[in-house]
């Protein structure tokens, strides 16, 4: 199999790293109790006055997800804002995953709370440079995870999540190569697990990559009780650590299923501890590092998602030929079974 994958150093060291840190803890310690009681009940009001849904990735800051009418990853919530019967969509998360919920949802008003969310991952890959590889490889098929603008959607055959990223590839005809865009190191997963030759987009999250071999032994050795479970966004060699790789849906359904009492250190972005937590609070979890905080993924405040409402901003609009070609790959990944 051809997975021509590059290792990675840990994208978090010296300086930077103490800077980071101390952002993790700015952007994940809260507001004070009755500050955001009294947000939420604006937020409240407003949500009824403009007939809308909030909707919070798992990575969000605490607050901003137990505000929300609903909480999970991307597509989780994409689809649930595609059921809702409410008109306005207010997106808590990064621009591509509003996009996302605008390609399922072209009857609605979709706001994402701050313009300026994206997400690194996202930005490697353009429009542009998926047809230019399709023209260096004319027989592969590409997949694109949905960590993708709408634009790259909509160049591809096939989607997937880090959920179905392994099925989506062996989906795909074993005569074929595939183009894997844009993370690497899911790719490189998913295609050891199907046995299928990858072409890996030059691509990562730099939260995920950047959690090291190190980390986990240092978190192992502080919580040598504890079961290590990560997101296949991680480097090879850190899931090779691991007791379970799974995406944040995923995370939630193991921890749930395993008995009181039982330790996880948690390799993905801090903010789904406060879940993880809140749902098992007869479990433990420990960060398998202090700087797995996505810096985008905490801007969105409570005082941000009520400007949003009020002043109906900002709106993500897609191109028709851009969302319905986007819409066919996602929808050839909800028919693999």
């Given amino acids: 199999m051809d997975c021509p994958i590059g290792l990675q150093n840990g994208m ?86 509003a996009e996302t919920a605008a390609i399922l949802c072209p009857e609605k008003t979709v706001l994402l709370p701050v313009l300026d969310a994206g997400c690194p991952l996202a930005d490697t890959a353009t429009a542009e440079q998926v ?18 603008s709408a634009e790259v959607k909509a160049e591809s055959d096939i989607c997937c999540t880090s959920a179905n990223a392994v099925e989506v590839v062996h989906s795909v005809d074993a005569r074929r190569p595939v183009i894997f865009v844009s993370d690497r190191n899911l790719g490189h997963y998913a295609g050891r697990m199907a046995r299928r030759r990858m072409i890996l987009w030059d691509g990562s999250c730099p939260t995920h990559a950047g959690l090291s071999v190190a980390d986990i032994r240092q978190a192992k050795k502080e919580h040598s009780e504890a079961k290590v479970i990560a997101h296949p966004e991680c480097l090879p060699e850190v899931l090779e650590l691991t007791d379970r790789v799974a995406g944040t849906a995923g995370m939630l359904a193991h921890a749930a299923e395993e008995p009181p009492g039982t330790a996880f250190i948690v390799g993905t972005d801090i903010g789904l501890i406060h879940r993880l937590q809140k749902e098992n609070p007869d479990k433990t979890f420990y960060p398998a590092s202090d700087y797995l905080v996505c810096p985008t993924m905490k801007l969105t405040t409570l005082e941000g998602v009520a400007h949003s409402l009020v002043r109906m901003e900002h709106v993500i609009t897609l191109k028709e030929s851009v969302r319905a070609r986007a819409q066919a790959a996602l929808d050839a990944m909800l028919a693999v079974r």
Avoid: W
Avoid at 64 to 88: C, F
Avoid at 131 to 148: E, G, L
């Fill in 131 to 148: 047809r230019q590889m399709r023209a260096q490889h004319p027989d592969a098929v590409v997949v694109a995870y949905v960590n993708t």
């Fill in 12 to 97: 978090c060291k010296g300086m930077q790293r103490q800077k980071e840190k101390s952002m993790s803890k700015s952007m994940m310690s809260g507001q004070k109790t009755g500050d955001v009681d009294k947000r939420i009940r604006q937020i409240g009001a407003l949500r009824r006055q403009m007939n809308a849904v909030i909707l919070a990735h798992n990575y969000q800051r605490p607050e901003v997800q137990d505000m929300a009418d609903y909480t999970g990853d991307s597509l989780e919530l994409s689809r649930i804002a595609a059921r809702s019967k409410e008109r306005v969509i207010v997106f808590c998360g990064v621009r591509f995953m």
